[in-house]
């Protein structure tokens, strides 16, 4: 971070009210259309020297580019060196990098140093060929733009870069917006600027909104801990109305389903009733054998805190994708170790979705002839095993097989009844050998095909053919064994990552997320039990399911098979609008509790939201429109107006947010604020130029700190969580535009809100905002 010291100065008030640019000031706009007119130059030459033929490099710059940001984060600097390297070597940017000539720069930083004056303009997009001292840098990675976020006019800098302190002054710190190509506002210390036709006028308001007023206790604390001691608070019991009261003393046999709005307590009447049975039948529901079952691993820990505040810290909480790779890997010691980095998304969808079940089904009876033509070749019964395998009266392979062998017992002569027993006993004895069944499953054409036709549109040849190429790259060995003969002295890298990092064979026998479902739904539907020979999936006493409307069908079924079907309890909680993850499949409620096997589940809506004033529960239910309930969750408390801004680009974004949670940290040092971006690359851009001015941290695995402070991550990232302060940072067409899907995400974003929410949309604002 830049090291920064302040001139002397007398700080210069802002305007009350709008009125005419001073002489002063139509100074600095003459020299801001001369920068502009000169850039203008400089792209047209650019543009010009390229048309009918592809400069040299281009290509090069251009690929270095995508690399970029596909990028792991240790190779960015790399990937960056290697960018100026080319770019350099062109003497500027390839054509299709040039910047946007109607709008090509946001900022314009002056700095002084002892090689004289330097004008920088910071950009999304670099662009070194301007002229001597003169440059437009990418504001996201270029180290002199941390100047411009840390420092103001007149202020001292020093930052270090390559080894070398790079020192001198700001003279000017500007930022410039474009309307339709032209000049349209320049910030000044005492306002900004605006083109009111053919004359200027100084606008007093600032870029962002002022967040103040949260409560003096952070939200973090209220919930999980004190400020000095770190012990958890007893908070949460104090919250429960009598709704909620009521729904502890249900049956602890009925499975229930408690549904309701964000911020209605789902969460903590679920982990409640948990502590209700644990005390009241300690026995029956002993604490280290019930299992809470989330979506996210923000939700895992918020709800372990949670559980241990209640005395209750022995309950297991997992994420589905922990607890079902623990459990395959227990059942199945033969799977590949290693995990593959991302399941692509059209794979991904594909083993989530539930026309899988339709191969499955085929897969099975496939597998049925096979085994029955075998065992009549065996017996030399010609076709009677398998007309009566044909008949297809059972889901489980299993229970296939012993009707078909009861009724073949029925008509051999009663000396053969044995060999009948014993040959069907070896292949009941097979089934949970399910190995080669898993990998037909997904790597064979029709299988897929079939999914794909029965799944009404929802899957497509590109699915089929992206999860082919995908488990045929997981079923090559990798490069450690397909060079076992070569000396590993002579396949060390440069970087000292294994040579399969980065590349499509870092896929060779690995195993995705979505495959341990799989397995273990074959598992049961070979044998009737999720087990093997040494193991079996155990049950569970007290089955929690949070935030359920983000777990596939096939997930469900897995998970459901672990409660314990006489004298167990199952708690389910969700909300149908808050459903973010498309590759869940989430229906509705009777076929989500169907796949878990609580058809009968009870159902309770909570009513009352007391998380979000009443601004942000109003701005929820517009964002949601047709999607939100008939009947909307009651808010409790008023709190501030949500704020709304319309800027320019990304860059003028970033230098908003920079600007307010400046002013709010130093103002209320205990808050807890959440930056949302829609994606997680959404949240790294974001980052990457906050952590330059402010203390921020990144958070995209569940580390959430619960306590004061600046985190930046994604919608996926947030389910279940609150903060003071949330800001959506992308909240614009094209991060979210008019679909069910964008609404219910950018309606969990706004919802993790207890105080106040701003919404921030460079470029052209989302349809779905009021």
């Not at 005395?311 to 459990?327: H, I, K, P, R």
Request: proline share 6%; aromatic share 4%.
């Amino acid at each position: 971070m830049a090291r920064k010291s302040k001139a002397a100065r007398k700080a210069r008030a802002p305007v009350a009210r709008r009125r005419a640019a001073n002489q002063a000031e139509r100074a600095v706009l003459a020299e801001e259309q001369a920068l502009l007119e000169q850039v203008r130059a400089a792209l047209s030459k650019a543009a010009r020297r390229r048309i009918g033929g592809r400069a040299a490099g281009g290509g090069e710059f251009e690929t270095l580019r995508e690399e970029l940001f596909e990028a792991r984060e240790d190779d960015v600097g790399l990937v960056l060196a290697l960018m100026h390297q080319q770019a350099a070597r062109d003497g500027t940017a390839a054509l299709g990098t040039l910047p946007e000539r109607q709008a090509p720069y946001f900022a314009h930083l002056r700095v002084r140093t002892d090689g004289g004056q330097r004008d920088i303009l910071l950009g999304p997009r670099a662009f070194p060929g301007l002229g001597p001292g003169l440059s437009i840098v990418d504001f996201r990675y270029a180290p002199i733009a941390e100047v411009f976020f840390t420092c103001e006019e007149g202020d001292d800098y020093a930052i270090d870069m390559a080894g070398r302190t790079l020192e001198g002054v700001v003279e000017a710190r500007r930022i410039v917006t474009f309307v339709a190509g032209e000049l349209g506002g320049v910030s000044v210390p005492a306002g900004t600027l605006v083109r009111a036709g053919k004359r200027w006028l100084l606008e007093p308001a600032a870029l962002g909104p002022p967040l103040t007023g949260a409560p003096a206790a952070p939200l973090a604390q209220q919930l999980v801990g004190g400020a000095s001691s770190g012990t958890l608070a007893p908070v949460a019991a104090e919250l429960l109305d009598r709704q909620q009261q009521d729904l502890l003393d249900r049956a602890p046999e009925q499975p229930l389903l408690i549904l309701g709005s964000a911020g209605c307590g789902k969460t903590t009447v679920a982990l409640h009733r948990v502590a209700r049975l644990c005390r009241r039948w300690p026995d029956q529901y002993p604490p280290r054998r019930c299992l809470v079952v989330v979506p996210e691993r923000g939700l895992r820990r918020l709800s372990e805190r949670l559980l241990a505040e209640l005395g209750l810290s022995e309950v297991a909480v997992f994420t589905f994708g922990e607890w079902v790779s623990q459990q395959a890997r227990a059942l199945l010691p033969w799977l590949p170790a290693r995990q593959a980095p991302e399941t692509p998304q059209g794979v991904s969808k594909m083993k989530r979705h539930p026309a899988l079940f339709a191969a499955i089904d085929q897969l099975i009876d496939d597998h049925a002839a096979e085994i029955a033509e075998q065992l009549d070749r065996r017996l030399q019964l010609g076709t009677v095993v398998q007309d009566a395998m044909a008949v297809r009266a059972e889901q489980v392979l299993a229970h296939r097989l012993r009707r078909v062998q009861r009724q073949v017992a029925k008509v051999v002569p009663r000396g053969k009844r044995k060999r009948v027993e014993v040959a069907f006993a070896e292949q009941l004895r097979q089934l949970s050998h399910i190995r080669e069944d898993f990998y037909r499953l997904i790597g064979d054409r029709e299988l897929l095909e079939l999914a794909a036709h029965v799944s009404a549109g929802e899957l497509s040849s590109q699915h089929v053919e992206a999860t082919l190429a995908h488990t045929s790259r997981q079923l090559d060995d990798p490069a450690d064994i397909r060079y076992a003969h070569i000396d590993p002295k002579r396949l060390a890298t440069v970087d000292g990552r294994e040579i399969d990092d980065g590349t499509p064979d870092e896929l060779a026998r690995t195993m995705d997320d979505e495959d341990y479902a799989i397995l273990l739904e074959l598992l049961y539907r070979n044998q009737g039990k999720t087990a093997t020979r040494t193991r079996k999936l155990p049950r569970v006493p007290h089955l929690v399911v949070d935030e359920a409307q983000e777990l596939a069908p096939l997930e469900l079924r897995v998970l459901g098979r672990v409660r314990r079907l006489r004298g167990g309890a199952t708690t389910v909680a969700g909300d149908a609008a808050q459903q973010v993850d498309e590759a869940s499949s989430f229906t509705s409620w009777p076929k989500a509790l169907a796949a878990l096997g609580v058809p009968d589940a009870a159902s309770a809506c909570l009513e009352t939201t007391y998380r979000c004033p009443k601004p942000v529960a109003e701005l929820a239910a517009q964002i949601l429109g047709p999607l939100a309930p008939k009947v909307p969750p009651k808010a409790l408390r008023d709190g501030a107006p949500v704020s709304r801004s319309v800027l320019g680009s990304e860059g003028h974004v970033a230098v908003a947010i920079t600007d307010v949670l400046t002013k709010l940290t130093t103002k209320q040092p205990q808050t807890c604020v959440a930056v949302i971006a829609r994606h997680a690359q959404g949240a790294r851009l974001i980052y990457q130029v906050l952590s330059r001015a402010l203390d921020v941290r990144l958070v995209l695995e569940g580390d959430f700190s619960f306590a004061p402070g600046i985190e930046v991550t994604d919608v996926a990232e947030v389910k279940g969580l609150e903060f003071d302060y949330v800001i959506v940072p992308d909240a614009s067409l094209r991060q979210y535009p008019d679909t069910p899907e964008a609404r219910r995400i950018l309606h969990v974003a706004v919802t993790r809100a207890a105080h106040q929410v701003w919404i921030l949309s460079p470029g052209t604002a989302s349809p779905i905002l009021p």
